[in-house]
C-alpha cells in the first residue's frame, strides 16, 4: 500500500496539471480565420494660417456633407490689412485721375489767359510807343536813347506774351505718359495687394473636402491654432478598412483583389476585397493577441469592404475569412 501511494499521487497530480492546461490553453483557431480590426484614414484638417479658432460647426460625431463650413478662424490681423489696401488703391486711383487730367484745374488756366491779354494789351502800348518814337526820331523831336528805350519794351512785352501762351497750353496738356503708365501700374499692384488679402480671409473658413464624419476635435473656440495644425479628424466612409494578421504559412492564399467574408458581434454579413498586403513580417499587434498568436511573426493585411456604406466603429474587433475563387464551370 505504501508502494503504491506515490503512484496515486503522480496520477492525481496529472490530472490536476492537464486539467489546468485545458482551461489555460483554449484550442487554435481555424486555419482558415484571421482576427482584425476595422482601421480608418482619417483626414485631419486645420488652418492655413495661425489664428485663434473663432467658431466650431461641428461636434465630434456629427454628419457633415461635401462643402459645409466646419470652422472659421479670426482674421483681425487681415482685416486691418484689407483697410490699409483699400486705402492704398484709392489713393493709387485718385492719383491716376490727377494725372490724366489737365496739369491747371480751370480756374488756374483762367489766370492764365487773363495774364495773357494782360500781356496782349502791353505789347499794344510798346508797340505803339515804339512807333512814335520811330516817327519822331528822323524829324528831331525823339532821341536815339528814347528810340532804343521803346524798342527794349516793345521787344520784352513779345516775351511776355509769348511766355504766357505757352503757359496756358501748358497747363491743358496732361501729365506725361511715362508718369501715368506708372500710375497704372501702382494702381494693378494695390488691387493684386487687395485680392491677395481677400484670399487669405476667405481661406480661414475651411470646408468639408468630402462626405464625413467628424471623429475627433482637437481645439474649441478660443484657443489658439497654430498653420496646419489640425482641428479636427474627419473620417470619410470610403475610408474604413479591415486591418487583419495572417501567419507566414496562409499567406500565399491571398492576392490583391481577393474575396474575403467579414464577421462580427451582431454584425450583418460583410463582403470585401483586398488591397494591400505587406512585403514585411512583424510581431502581433497588442490589439490582438492570444495564447496562441502571442509571439508570432505575422503578414498584415488590408481589406476594403464592398459596401463602404457599412458604418463599423473604429477598433471594432473582427474575423476575417478567405472566399475561395470560383472555378469557371
Same mark, same amino acid.
Given at each position: ?13 496529472? $490530472? ?28 485631419q484638417v486645420g488652418p492655413i494660417e495661425g489664428e485663434r479658432l473663432k467658431a466650431l460647426n461641428f461636434e465630434p460625431g456629427a454628419q457633415v ?40 484745374r480751370p480756374e488756374q488756366i483762367a489766370v492764365l489767359r487773363a495774364a495773357v491779354e494782360r500781356a496782349k494789351a502791353a505789347l499794344v502800348l ?72 481677400? $484670399? ?27 498653420a496646419g495644425q489640425p482641428i479636427l479628424a474627419l473620417l470619410p466612409p470610403e475610408n474604413r478598412k479591415i486591418r487583419f494578421y495572417v501567419p ?82
Amino acid at each position: 500500500m505504501k508502494n503504491r501511494l506515490p503512484i496515486v499521487l503522480a496520477l492525481v497530480a496529472l $490530472v490536476i496539471l492537464g486539467w489546468a492546461a485545458s482551461k489555460v490553453f483554449a484550442p487554435a483557431p481555424p486555419q482558415d480565420l484571421f482576427t482584425g480590426y476595422v482601421e480608418g484614414d482619417l483626414v485631419q484638417v486645420g488652418p492655413i494660417e495661425g489664428e485663434r479658432l473663432k467658431a466650431l460647426n461641428f461636434e465630434p460625431g456629427a454628419q457633415v456633407t461635401k462643402g459645409a463650413a466646419l470652422f472659421t478662424m479670426a482674421t483681425p490681423v487681415l482685416d486691418q490689412q484689407r483697410v490699409e489696401a483699400k486705402a492704398r488703391l484709392d489713393q493709387a486711383e485718385a492719383n491716376l485721375n490727377n494725372l490724366q487730367a489737365a496739369l491747371q484745374r480751370p480756374e488756374q488756366i483762367a489766370v492764365l489767359r487773363a495774364a495773357v491779354e494782360r500781356a496782349k494789351a502791353a505789347l499794344v502800348l510798346s508797340q505803339t510807343e515804339f512807333d512814335r518814337q520811330q516817327y519822331l526820331l528822323p524829324r528831331g523831336a525823339a532821341t536815339v536813347a528814347a528810340r532804343d528805350q521803346a524798342k527794349f519794351a516793345l521787344d520784352r512785352d513779345k516775351a511776355s506774351l509769348a511766355e504766357a501762351e505757352r503757359q496756358v497750353e501748358a497747363g491743358l496738356i496732361p501729365s506725361r505718359s511715362q508718369e501715368i503708365h506708372a500710375a497704372e501700374a501702382e494702381i494693378n499692384q494695390a488691387r493684386a495687394q487687395m485680392e491677395q488679402i481677400d $484670399v487669405r480671409i476667405a481661406r480661414q473658413t475651411v470646408y468639408a473636402p468630402a462626405d464625413s464624419i467628424v471623429q475627433d476635435v482637437y481645439f474649441w473656440p478660443g484657443e489658439i491654432v497654430a498653420a496646419g495644425q489640425p482641428i479636427l479628424a474627419l473620417l470619410p466612409p470610403e475610408n474604413r478598412k479591415i486591418r487583419f494578421y495572417v501567419p507566414e504559412p496562409q499567406l500565399a492564399r491571398f492576392t490583391l483583389g481577393a474575396k474575403i467574408a467579414v464577421a462580427c458581434d451582431n454584425c450583418p454579413a460583410l463582403d470585401g476585397r483586398v488591397i494591400f498586403i505587406s512585403q514585411q513580417a512583424e510581431f502581433t499587434p497588442p490589439v490582438i493577441f492570444s495564447l496562441q498568436e502571442r509571439g508570432k511573426l505575422v503578414f498584415r493585411i488590408d481589406a476594403r469592404l464592398d459596401n463602404p456604406a457599412t458604418l463599423l466603429p473604429l477598433g471594432l474587433p473582427l474575423t476575417v475569412r478567405l472566399v475561395p475563387p470560383e472555378t469557371p464551370k
